[in-house]
């Protein structure tokens, strides 16, 4: 009963280089979510994706940050160019179909990214 | 503009003093409200949903209740295994949206 897994969990990058974030949701879903976590501040919604499909982006940054949910294997949230802003806790969930009792986003342990 | 406010942001308890942590919120119409259960260096853990005022929902020493604008976690006698961060969420009405969070409420209970 495996539930969302993510790797790495612990990420240090260098300014300006990449990080990939990946994500394997829960057996049986098909929602994928992504949020970031900043020191002392709540959780924030990144994007959320469907099988091939990116539903709602709005809580990406336009510029450095994509994500994926391809039709085989992990969801990859990744960030060109780091920064260190971008040093923070990335978590990511998974929920079932759309209605009642269906929709709870279950979470992963987060990538916990450093930027140096 | 969706919005999750949680009081107080940290609360200490003796163990066996029971309290309510309390969840306030502002949204187009409610899908749902969530509370998570999140412990240090780890991902937040599901706890309930509520979805109409008037349910409550019970798990252990917890117990969570819904008004039609805020939400009370509930910690009956609670146990020093109990300190976390308790997060609330809303999720508006429209499919398998996003969870707007509160900021937490940070419990520590001291034996």
């Known amino acids: 009963n495996a539930g969302v897994m993510q790797n790495p969990r612990h990420l240090v990058r260098r300014r300006g280089q990449e990080a990939r974030l990946r994500c394997s949701p829960m057996?049986?879903?098909?929602?994928v979510y992504w949020y970031r976590q900043l020191p002392e501040e709540g959780l924030k919604f990144m994007v959320y994706?469907?099988?091939?499909?990116?539903i709602d982006e709005s809580g990406m940054p336009k510029e450095r940050f994509s994500a994926e949910f391809p039709k085989e294997g992990p969801s990859i949230l990744r960030i060109q160019q780091v920064v260190r802003g971008d040093s923070a806790a990335y978590f990511c969930?998974?929920?079932?179909?759309w209605g009642q009792g269906l929709n709870e986003q279950f979470f992963g342990p987060g990538t916990r990214l450093t930027v140096l | 503009e969706d919005q999750v406010t949680q009081s107080p942001e940290a609360l200490r308890l003796q163990e066996g003093e029971s309290s309510s942590l309390n969840c306030s919120y502002t949204?187009?119409?409610?899908?749902?409200l969530f509370w998570y259960r999140q412990d240090p260096g780890k991902g937040p853990e599901f706890l309930f949903t509520?979805?109409?005022a008037g349910e409550e929902k019970e798990k252990e020493r917890l117990k969570a209740t819904l008004t039609k604008k805020e939400s009370f976690l509930h910690i009956t006698a609670p146990k020093p295994e109990d300190s976390a961060t308790y997060l609330c969420?809303?999720?508006?009405?429209?499919?398998?949206?996003?969870?707007?969070f509160g900021k937490g409420t940070r419990l520590s209970v001291i034996a």
């Open positions: 949204v187009s119409g409610l899908r749902g």
């Open positions: 509520l979805y109409s």
């Open positions: 057996k049986g879903h098909s929602h």
């Open positions: 994706l469907q099988k091939e499909n990116i």
């Open positions: 969930a998974s929920s079932q179909l």
């Open positions: 969420a809303v999720q508006a009405p429209s499919g398998n949206t996003p969870l707007v």
